[in-house]
């Protein structure tokens, strides 16, 4: 699949990797905790889903979800028997195709995620990983992960790869991937602003590496 980037139209002389500094400073986190623990679409204590998703610390509206285009494609793997600090505890896996990036975190509970402001999705990641990837040396960890904690490096190399083969990268304007027909514009705030709801704040369990 090829990489295809729906962006909000103000951010469109903007470099991508100006924007996800940008996000990654509204995020406001070096780590995670209650209050942006996040979790799956499916809800509760779930630990598979086609969406997984957080908010940023100390009451930052910052948010990312992370999809998969198969049902309950992304998985969580937590065995209380195991160390935390063990390579095969506490990892995602699956199949991840599309990280989206703005504000207002709603949705969950068993439906599906929304921003109510919208800034970027990046579809067409194609990354995977198997059920026993552990963490080292797998993509969707790094990238999912790295979200969590504010760090887009993850997300920038996978965008990078993607990119070289048109000659483009995260230092490329969105408006110079929408001429080379990888991107498209959308008016602000036109993605998903019809779903209402508020967040559900899963406990300490996930990822709690």
């Known amino acids: 699949m090829t990489i295809s980037i729906n962006y909000s139209s103000f951010v469109g002389s903007d470099s991508i990797g100006d924007v996800l500094s940008d996000w990654a400073q509204g995020f406001k986190t070096a780590g995670h905790g209650?209050?942006?623990?996040?979790?799956?679409?499916?809800?509760?204590?779930?630990?598979?889903?086609?969406q997984y998703a957080t908010h940023g610390a100390n009451?930052?509206?910052?948010?990312?979800?992370a999809g998969s285009d198969?049902?309950?494609?992304?998985?969580?793997?937590?065995?209380?028997?195991?160390?935390?600090?063990?390579?095969?505890n506490h990892y995602l896996w699956g199949e991840l195709d599309s990280v989206s990036l703005g504000e207002v975190l709603t949705g969950g509970s068993g439906s599906a995620f929304g921003l109510g402001d919208y800034t970027v999705s990046f579809n067409g990641l194609d990354l995977s990983a198997?059920?026993?990837?552990?963490?080292?040396?797998?993509?969707?960890?790094?990238?999912?992960?790295?979200?969590?904690?504010g760090d887009v490096s993850g997300l920038e190399g996978v965008l990078n790869n993607l990119l070289s083969g048109f000659g483009l990268s995260t230092d490329?304007?969105?408006?110079?991937l929408a001429a080379a027909g990888l991107a498209h514009a959308d008016a602000p705030l036109a993605a998903d602003i019809s779903l209402v709801g508020v967040q559900?704040?899963?406990q300490d369990w996930a990822l709690a590496a």
């Open 172 to 176: 490329s304007t969105f408006d110079q």
């Open 59 to 65: 009451n930052s509206d910052y948010a990312f979800i």
């Open 200 to 202: 559900e704040v899963v």
């Open 70 to 88: 198969t049902s309950n494609g992304l998985h969580y793997v937590y065995d209380p028997k195991v160390s935390a600090g063990d390579n095969m």
């Open 130 to 149: 198997a059920s026993d990837a552990g963490r080292a040396g797998n993509a969707v960890q790094d990238v999912i992960y790295g979200l969590m904690k």
């Open 34 to 50: 209650l209050s942006n623990t996040g979790g799956f679409n499916s809800g509760g204590r779930a630990q598979d889903g086609e």
